[in-house]
């Protein structure tokens, strides 16, 4: 048996060898050398062939070391078996065959000899069976996950409808509460509006009365004089009480879900003292910080008090005369105003004007706009004062305006744009009248009809609640949400919204019923805080800078900040439509 397992007669290998020193198996291929004169006779025999030899009576002739087959010489210039193998070795059984005997397992990566491959089959099979069974475990686990996963959701689909049926419910309750609370301030309102009626009813009756004389009757005339006084006192007091009716503001807070009334009283609104300005600042418009320290450092006390108006509402410089405009709302009219002697000049007014509330200006196109709160337009007259035309009516379509306040003007940009307060949005639009753009209003798909059928339909919604002013820089647009008591600033070029800020209360930073704006030089947002008597000054952060004012009637307090205007110098004008005075600061 040669080293290769392979076993050939004695006659056989010896006519094959003959005299090569190196020689190959015929079955292999595998190169042996011949090691000295002995070497086939001193090869094993094949033990199964002896075996078999034994079992029919022949005997072989024993061989020298039998039990021990020849090692393979380790002698410097003897090859070893393994470097002269040809062929494939089998993976299992380690033996060498030819290429065409072996056979490669793509599973494995492996190359077996013809019987091992059977059995790597066998074991394949085996191993199949094996995976089948882990497959249909893992088929039971898998229906039963399903199973628990489809409890699972229906349980939550029960809790979803049942939660949601339970806010519904929350929610139709507290509608249910605030419709009878609105209600309810509706007949109170009502009811003090009827009883104040007929004050004046009265108040009108007597006084024609006083007014008529009979002749021939002869009247007292220390009578008439009281008559006189009881008259002019009880009209005083109607005429207060026209002005104050009204005034206890309730709102409705969209984001709360609530309805605010108003109870607290402007007196427990907090202000600030100016502080010590420490080093003196020539231009307060230098930087920043000079800005800062001249707003905190200032003593907001008016240096001109104007009282020879009802009511003022909004104010503004016009850019070609310097004078000053006030709106007027009981006398139906704009009031020009020569500054140097706080005279009246002119008034702007038409037969349709009712109740002027803001102005603005432009200087590009040389006219004057006027909100209408209770016309519902916008009228527009020349800078010489002539009217020339209105600007819409009442309606929620654009274009159109419901009660509008604010007003500012983009003069690079010939733009108007209007804080259009009863559709809660803020319109812009051309000095035609022509529609531009809208800000705060967005379409959103709602649900609708059966709360278990998810049917929508796209409705126009906004995030403005009664937005009373705007005004404009370079690049912003800075609105007074009234309503929701914040100010929020949007990009002028795509309208997206930068920031918010305030929230409703009396502390600093916090609003009671703001109705005015403005903006100074430096983008800095003065905000009438009207419901707490107060002004306050915000970085266009929206960073706190200061507090002024107050309630009360001596020169620094405000009963009601009706109007309010910066100058290019930092001078603060400001209408107080209760205590009737324009305060020059």
Not at 113 to 120: A, D, L
């Amino acid at each position: 048996m040669l080293p290769c397992q392979h076993t050939f007669c004695m006659t056989c290998l010896n006519s094959y060898i003959g005299d090569k020193p190196i020689f190959e198996c015929p079955i292999c291929k595998t190169k042996i050398q011949v090691q000295g004169p002995n070497f086939i006779r001193d090869l094993p025999s094949n033990l199964y062939i002896d075996s078999l030899l034994n079992i029919v009576g022949i005997h072989n002739k024993p061989q020298k070391n039998p039990e021990t087959p020849p090692a393979t010489p380790t002698t410097p210039g003897t090859q070893s078996v393994d470097l002269f193998a040809v062929g494939l070795r089998c993976s299992n059984c380690k033996s060498h065959c030819d290429n065409t005997n072996i056979t490669s397992c793509e599973h494995c990566r492996l190359k077996f000899c013809g019987v091992c491959w059977s059995q790597h089959l066998d074991d394949m099979r085996t191993q199949i069976g094996s995976i089948l069974k882990q497959l249909d475990s893992a088929t039971n686990r898998l229906n039963h996950k399903i199973e628990h996963f489809k409890d699972r959701c229906e349980r939550i689909t029960e809790q979803i409808n049942k939660t949601a049926e339970d806010k519904i419910n929350a929610i139709i309750d507290s509608k249910n509460n605030m419709l009878i609370e609105a209600v309810s301030l509706q007949k109170s309102g009502d009811m003090s509006a009827l009883a104040l009626k007929t004050s004046l009813e009265e108040a009108k009756t007597v006084a024609s009365k006083a007014m008529t004389v009979s002749d021939g009757v002869n009247i007292d005339g220390e009578q008439q004089v009281t008559t006189f006084m009881n008259l002019h006192q009880n009209a005083i007091q109607l005429l207060t009480d026209v002005i104050k009716w009204d005034t206890e503001g309730f709102v409705f807070d969209k984001e709360n879900f609530t309805l605010e009334v108003d109870s607290t009283t402007p007196v427990d609104a907090e202000s600030e003292d100016p502080v010590s300005e420490g080093s003196k600042h020539n231009d307060p418009l230098e930087s920043e910080e000079s800005l800062v320290t001249y707003y905190r450092s200032r003593n907001f006390i008016p240096h001109y008090v104007w009282r020879k108006t009802s009511r003022p509402s909004g104010v503004g410089l016009s850019p070609w005369d310097s004078h000053l405009y006030v709106c007027g709302m009981d006398s139906h009219s704009v009031m020009v105003v020569e500054r140097a002697q706080a005279k009246i000049v002119t008034r702007l007014t038409c037969d349709e004007m009712l109740c002027p509330v803001q102005i603005a200006f432009m200087k590009s196109q040389g006219e004057i706009y006027v909100t209408d709160k209770w016309k519902h337009c916008i009228h527009v007259f020349s800078k010489d004062g002539l009217y020339l035309r209105s600007i819409g009516h009442k309606g929620s379509r654009v274009g159109m305006f419901r009660s509008p306040e604010g007003i500012a003007t983009d003069n690079a940009n010939n733009l108007i744009y209007v804080a259009d307060t009863g559709n809660d949005r803020v319109q812009i639009i051309q000095p035609d009248g022509k529609f531009v753009d809208q800000i705060g209003v967005y379409n959103k798909l709602k649900p609708t009809g059966n709360t278990t059928l998810w049917e929508t339909k796209e409705v126009i919604c906004t995030e403005l609640n009664t937005p009373t002013a705007v005004a404009l820089t370079a690049d912003r647009i800075i609105i007074l949400d009234s309503g929701n008591r914040r100010v929020k600033v949007y990009n002028k070029n795509d309208k997206g919204k930068i920031l918010e800020f305030g929230s409703t209360g009396q502390r600093k930073g916090q609003f009671r019923q703001p109705e005015v704006l403005a903006v100074d030089p430096m983008g800095y947002i003065l905000v009438g805080d009207s419901g707490n008597c107060r002004v306050q000054v915000f970085k266009p952060t929206g960073q706190l800078v200061r507090v002024f004012g107050g309630f009360g009637t001596q020169p620094g307090k405000f009963g009601w900040i009706s109007g309010i205007h910066v100058t290019k110098h930092l001078d603060i004008i400001i209408c107080d439509t209760k205590n009737h005075t324009v305060n020059f600061l």
